[in-house]
């Protein structure tokens, strides 16, 4: 079954502990993505990634990190994070050309306390 | 930047018509993308529009005007299943690199 696949769903830390939210899909898509959905301003990027070892910033990357050695992986890595990252983590993908169409895994939902 | 404005709700019954409207304005264009979200689920694809004009599929429609900066979401024989969000997202460079509006709260009622 294609699908995008993160862990963990749900996660509570705590102030300045790093963590990494895993992404992972198997429908050898070139381009992944991440994005933060918080209420009322919809799904912000904060990174993506149009192929191996090229990631690039996008709307909302400070206290994010992330890495692409592998196709089909693009985990997502907060060093420090702080209560302003608690929200609802998407990544996605898509392969190549303008068909408009991400694929989302799930979500994880993150809690920084 | 990219910057896209849309309905934060919308109140329909069962069997209306519904029009999500969303303008935008974008440094690059390639096409307006909408997506639908239930409440705990993941967005998933609804259309795409890359040229002017109305797309249909099935219930659902979708239009874009690139001259007026503008699109919408045409949702017909509304059912309650469709009690969801919808986002507007324009892809504003090479290689699906979205930007997302604030999302629109479809309610429906019996």
């Known amino acids: 079954e294609a699908q995008v696949t993160q862990n963990p769903r749900y996660l509570i830390t705590v102030t300045g502990k790093k963590l990494t939210v895993t992404c992972s899909q198997n429908?050898?898509?070139?381009?992944m993505s991440w994005y933060r959905q918080d209420p009322g301003l919809g799904l912000r990027q904060i990174y993506y990634s149009m192929n191996v070892e090229v990631t690039d910033k996008g709307d909302v990357p400070e206290g994010y990190k992330v890495s692409r050695k592998e196709k089909r992986n693009f985990p997502l890595i907060l060093e420090s994070p702080s209560p302003n990252q608690t929200s609802l983590y998407f990544c996605a993908s898509t392969g190549q050309g303008n068909s408009g169409e991400l694929f989302f895994g799930e979500g994880s939902r993150l809690t920084v306390l | 930047g990219q910057s896209l404005e849309q309905p934060s709700e919308v109140t329909a019954v069962e069997g209306a018509i519904v029009q999500i409207n969303c303008t935008y304005q974008?440094?690059?264009?390639?096409?307006l993308s909408w997506y639908q979200q239930h409440d705990g689920g993941a967005p998933t694809f609804l259309s795409y529009?890359?040229?002017?004009g109305l797309e249909e599929t099935g219930r659902f429609s979708s239009f874009l005007s690139r001259s007026d900066s503008y699109g919408y979401l045409l949702l017909q024989e509304l059912q309650m299943k469709d009690s969801a969000s919808y986002f507007c997202a324009v892809n504003g460079a090479a290689g699906n690199k979205l930007t997302f509006g604030g999302g629109t709260r479809v309610l429906v009622k019996p």
């Open positions: 974008t440094s690059g264009f390639y096409g």
């Open positions: 429908m050898n898509h070139e381009y």
């Open positions: 529009n890359a040229l002017d």
